[in-house]
């Protein structure tokens, strides 16, 4: 449920931001790359620092409440951002709580499920983050029309943008609260620890070639993976207009809601790598039908779609680490892989505003499609 109401608040944000960015504020898209690339770059930096010290410490909690606190804090100072350094800043703080508590959350979760039920386990954690996501910006959809109206009425103290930034706050408050009164604290489990025991931690075993394999193969995918904002920049290309676009974010969250939780559980019955393999070729279709995409309607089935991915991906990710690695150092691991994933994510994204920027959609987005075809492949052949 924190996760949930988290991304109520994020995802009333997320849909609109790029086109406050390019309409309001007036920012170019290698600009809007070069935002997005250094927020997730600092998000996955910190994922390394917080899983390390979350091992070390052998404490989950504490290190998850400050991680989702100072995203909450970052919420409603967007509402009084004027400028794409503001944004810049506001966007790192965001990340930066991001960074904090995502490795020893999901560690959290890791420690809380028996082994045969952790692609079930994830992917419910995934449904109800993505959940969160499907109503956040069916918040913004009705609350858009009905501030832009009392704009337009001479209401000057109200801008769309800016006040749903500022109800942000409340389902992130709502979010830390949950965290603070219900979550609890977890230890490993004791076969866990039986296995892997030792006078000092095992870090070899974050060396071993599944975990090293499927971490090349995904940081190669991800600099095609470019921040989602440039996927918005093409609806709003495509002549979607402000109206629709949180209700094509709803949808797409809609899809990846209602493909988490069955494909983890899938994953726990055929295997990790089936299921990652698929998520990988739907991915490529997406991105080359946004480049090859002409009419609106084609944004929608391609939206609907990049559900379908990351319902596939994001819970059976997780859960094949977490198969990888002792307990004792999970946290860890999260946090070098996602550390890797993120400092290729500000490099895809920076690489997709200037492919944009230069040589026009169908190239970047091709671009994208083509790493994650190569990355599918070699999933197949080495994990």
């Known amino acids: 449920m924190t996760s949930f109401f988290t991304d109520v608040a994020s ?7 790029p086109i406050f960015l390019s309409s309001v504020l007036g920012l170019n898209k290698a600009f809007i790359g070069l935002i997005e690339g250094i927020a997730e770059a600092t998000s996955s930096l910190l994922k390394l620092v917080s899983g390390w010290v979350s091992d070390k410490m052998g404490k989950r909690k504490e290190i998850v409440v400050l991680g989702y606190s100072l995203s909450t804090i970052a919420k409603p100072l967007l509402a009084l951002a004027n400028s794409g350094w503001g944004i ?11 960074g904090l508590r995502t490795s020893p959350r999901d560690a959290l979760i890791a420690e809380s499920c028996e082994s045969c039920d952790r692609g079930k386990s994830f992917g419910f954690h995934r449904a109800l983050d993505s959940a969160g996501a499907m109503v956040g910006p069916a918040i913004a959809f009705v609350l858009m029309p009905v501030l832009g109206q009392m704009a337009a009425e001479g209401f000057t103290a109200v801008n769309p943008y800016r006040t749903i930034f500022l109800l942000s706050t409340i389902p992130a408050a709502i979010a830390v609260l949950i965290l603070l009164l219900f979550v609890k604290e977890t230890k490993p489990r004791e076969k866990d620890i039986a296995k892997y025991s030792g006078s000092v931690l095992n870090y070899r075993f974050l060396l071993n070639k599944k975990y090293i394999a499927f971490m090349l193969i995904f940081t190669l995918f991800t600099l095609g993976n470019s921040s989602d904002a440039f996927l918005i920049l093409r609806a709003q290309d495509l002549n979607i207009s402000l109206f629709f676009i949180p209700l094509l974010w709803m949808m797409f969250n809609g899809v990846y809601t209602a493909f988490s939780l069955p494909t983890g559980k899938i994953s726990d019955i055929v295997g990790r790598k089936k299921v990652l393999v698929t998520g990988l070729i739907v ?14 309607w084609h ?39 996602k550390t890797i994933i993120g400092i290729s994510v500000f490099f895809s994204s920076v690489i997709m505003g200037l492919l944009w920027q230069t040589f026009g959609a169908t190239t970047a987005f091709s671009f994208g499609g083509s790493l994650a075809a190569v990355s599918a492949i070699l999933l197949l052949l080495f994990i």
């Open 11 to 17: 995802e009333m944000i997320y849909p609109i931001l």
């Open 283 to 296: 991915y490529s279709l997406v991105y080359f039908g946004f480049g090859a995409s002409s009419q609106a």
């Open 299 to 337: 944004i929608w089935i391609l939206f609907a779609l990049y559900g379908a991915y990351y319902g596939i991906t994001e819970g059976t990710s997780r859960a094949l680490i977490a198969d990888s690695i002792p307990a004792e150092v999970r946290a860890t691991a999260y946090g070098v892989y």
């Open 88 to 98: 810049l800043g506001l966007r790192f703080l965001d990340r930066l709580g991001k």
